[in-house]
């Protein structure tokens, strides 16, 4: 799934994206992916050393990014983090799109 798939895409010009009032960036896209994503594993680690050792936390965690079967990867728990990514990713795009407006203005105003 596409990072930005919570939003629709205007018919004309695939980069705007109702919800965010601006044009997104790749930069911007590929930042709140990264983010997203490192927010996700760091709760996984979390979550896998809770009480275990260190070679059951290495299980627990390799679990928690698998594909158990492979020919339903959508009910894989490495799936369900992904969606957790996709979901993190599109909140910090919403939550944080002051900013980012602000971190692209030029002096003068101009983008």
């Known amino acids: 799934m596409a990072v930005l798939s919570v939003?629709?895409?205007?018919?004309?010009?695939?980069?705007?994206?109702?919800?965010?009032d601006t044009l997104l960036q790749s930069e911007e896209i590929a930042a709140a992916f990264m983010g997203a994503l490192f927010s996700v594993l760091h709760d996984t680690i979390v979550d896998a050393r809770r009480g275990r050792s260190h070679h059951e936390a290495k299980k627990a965690?390799?679990?928690?990014?698998?594909?158990?079967?492979?020919?339903r990867p959508a009910d894989s728990p490495r799936n369900g983090n992904f969606e957790k990514v996709r979901i993190k990713a599109n909140l910090l795009l919403i939550t944080h799109r002051r900013e980012v407006l602000e971190a692209r203005e030029f002096p003068g105003g101009e983008l």
């Open 7 to 20: 939003y629709e895409r205007e018919p004309n010009n695939s980069s705007i994206c109702r919800g965010v």
């Open 61 to 71: 965690f390799d679990h928690s990014w698998s594909v158990p079967d492979v020919t």
